[in-house]
């Protein structure tokens, strides 16, 4: 950090793991947050304090490997090494740390001066998963903070850990990959700081190596030091996930899953479509109604008649005419849309549709933020809502 510049701290991540609920909990943001992955697909910036100091939090897109294939995993790749973060907060999901342990060594590779937020911690206590938090500490020499971002807990101890960081530094040595004697000795060789060998290594492959060959083997090395760190630290029961294992037999199942994804599409459609009916018809008269007083009300102000029917006929029958026709499907749509989502279903609608989206260049999880990603998609698809209502002669608007 350069003198009387306000410090920058990175928030990184996997995908969906509680990044942006943390940025707007910190910074009082509004950052797109929601039970599916790849929603934050760029940076973003925002304030927050701690005590007297004032900082530049930035929100990463979600990536599972500084090794990246798609594109936001690599504006994350790029910002961590650029080193323009002065701490990087990394936050990991309680649930499935294993996973996540791939990407905070790899972090730890670029920068020492990381604080783990060890979030969904709610979640990981649902499921009896037990993680011993001085021993990850001890493990990966950076203080670790459990956190439950949604509740808000934990997170003043998040931002004091952040302080300390940027304060006094790192503590000690943090944990490292030990990779294979060839990945080392090329490493040496390249005579340059050990993250950028090891970056590069792909574009200055070891003799007689392939690059794919070398990808392995960064890869496995990675992966069985983040499984010895969740050995000594994470105590999972036994079946903790059996349910959902169970129940993703049948969703993600090859026979049953495209047509309990139809099915459960069409009911929510057809609930919003057919629920939409009463309030929309009740709004619509209701509001219909108002038209006749409004212009009594307004010619009795003196106003011309020409703007009276400007007024009434014309502003007045367009505003109830939209509200009374989009409110209540979007009433509908939305909530239900939420508990698809709140139930772990989104996912996997964007997992089962990603192989068809991919032929048209794009990913399953656009599937999701078509719909649910901005405003005037959402109004979009209750207007459409709407309309396919007419014309298949469901609903009776009387507007
Ligand atoms: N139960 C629980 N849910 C959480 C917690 N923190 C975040 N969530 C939920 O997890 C989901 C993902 O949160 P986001 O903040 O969008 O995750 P993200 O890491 O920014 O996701 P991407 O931008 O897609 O990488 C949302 O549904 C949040 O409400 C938590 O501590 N406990
Ligand atoms: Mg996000």
Redesign the pocket.
Known sequence: MKAGQMPVIALA????????????ALTGGR??????????VAGAYGRMRCGDTAMTLV?L??TYSLRTRSEEERIARDFVASGQADVTVL?ADATCLERNLILVLQVLEWTPRVVLCL?????ARKKHIHIDVPALERELGIPVVP?????R?GLRELTQAVGGMLRDGPAGQTAAIRYPEEIEAAVQRSGLPRAEALAALPQQLPDGMSAGQVDDLLTAATALRAEEIALTCVRTPAGADARDRRIDRIVLSRRWGIPCMLALLALVFYITLSGANVPSEWLSTHLLGLTEPLAVGLTALGLPPALVAMLTDGMWRVLATVVSVMLPPMAIFFPLFTLL??AGYLPRVAFQLDHAFCRAHACGKQSLSMCMGNRWMRTFISFNTHIIAHFFGIANFSA
Do not use: I, Y
Not at 32 to 40: M, Q, V
Not at 147 to 151: D, G, I, P, T, W
């Open positions: 991540g996997n995908p969906n793991v509680g990044k942006s609920t943390v940025f707007n950052q797109h947050t929601g039970n599916w992955s790849g929603k934050t929100d897109p979600g936050v979030n969904l911690m709610d979640e956190c439950a971002a949604r509740k807990r989502e709140d």
